[in-house]
C-alpha cells in the first residue's frame, strides 16, 4: 500500500514570487507520481506525472517537480506565480503494475497574493 | 471532446433520504473511479470500475453505499439512508488505461452533496 504526504495546507505567496509545494510518499514497490490542481468549483486536471527517465518533468503552466528517490519525495516548484496560480494542488502516488488505485494527498491550498 | 460529466451539480436532502449521484466518463475510457472530497481531507477513494471486471469496492465506508456502471459507460453512486456525515464533494474521474499504469486521471466537476 501507498500514502502520500503533503506537508503544507496552505502556502501564501506574493505575486511574481517562487513557490515550492511539498509532497513525500511511501511505498515498498516503484511508483508513478502525479501532480493535480484543483481551481475554484472545478474538477481537478493534470499538472505533471512522473512515470520514468529523466527525474525533473515539466507540466503546464510553468510548473516543474522533481523525483527524488532517495528521499521518496516529489516537490513541486514554480519560479514566479500568479494570481491565477491560486487553487488547491494535490499529490498523489500510484503503484506500478497491478490494479493499484492513486492515492492523493490532502492537498496544499496556494494563495497567491498581489 | 466532452469530458467527465456528473450531474446534479448540486444536491440537498434530508438526512434519512436516499440520492444516486450521475458520471459520464470519456467515450472510451475504461477505467472509472468515484472518490470523496471532504473539506481539508483531500480524495478519499471510494470504488473502481475496469471494464468488465468485477469492481474493487474497498473504499466504500459502509453498506449504504453502492455504484453500478452499465454497458461499461455511465456509473450510477447510490447512498441509501443518507447521513449529515455524507455532505461532501463526490468526485468522479475516469482513465484509458486500467488503474497502475501510470494513466492520467480525468476528473468531472463533482456533485456537492448536503444532507440537512
Known amino acids: 500500500a501507498q500514502s502520500v504526504t503533503q506537508l503544507d495546507s496552505q502556502v501564501p505567496v506574493f505575486e511574481e514570487a517562487p513557490v515550492e509545494l511539498r509532497c513525500n510518499y511511501s511505498s515498498s514497490v516503484s511508483v508513478y507520481l502525479f501532480w493535480y490542481v484543483q481551481y475554484p468549483n472545478q474538477g481537478l486536471q493534470l499538472l505533471l506525472k512522473y512515470l520514468s527517465g529523466s527525474t525533473l518533468v515539466k507540466g503546464i503552466n510553468g510548473f516543474e517537480a522533481e523525483f527524488n528517490k532517495s528521499q521518496t519525495s516529489f516537490h513541486l516548484r514554480k519560479p514566479s506565480v500568479h494570481i491565477s496560480d491560486t487553487a488547491e494542488y494535490f499529490c498523489?502516488?500510484?503503484?506500478?503494475?497491478?490494479?493499484?488505485?492513486?492515492?492523493f494527498g490532502r492537498g496544499t491550498s496556494l494563495i497567491v497574493h498581489p | 471532446g466532452a469530458g467527465v460529466s456528473q450531474s446534479p451539480s448540486n444536491k440537498v436532502t434530508e438526512k434519512g433520504k436516499d440520492v444516486e449521484l450521475r458520471c459520464d466518463p470519456i467515450s472510451g475510457h475504461t477505467a472509472l473511479y468515484w472518490y470523496r472530497q471532504s473539506l481539508g481531507q483531500g480524495l478519499e477513494f471510494l470504488i473502481y470500475f475496469q471494464g468488465n471486471s468485477a469492481p474493487d469496492k474497498s473504499g466504500l465506508p459502509s453498506d449504504r453505499f453502492s455504484a453500478e456502471r452499465t454497458g461499461g459507460s455511465v456509473s450510477t453512486l447510490t447512498i441509501q439512508r443518507t447521513q449529515q456525515e455524507d455532505s461532501a464533494v463526490y468526485l468522479c474521474?475516469?482513465?484509458?488505461?486500467?488503474?497502475?499504469?501510470?494513466?492520467?486521471?480525468?476528473f468531472g466537476p463533482g456533485t456537492r452533496l448536503t444532507v440537512l
Open positions: 498523489a502516488v500510484s503503484d506500478r503494475g497491478g490494479s493499484y488505485i492513486p492515492t
Open positions: 474521474a475516469s482513465s484509458l488505461a486500467r488503474a497502475g499504469q501510470g494513466d492520467t486521471q480525468y
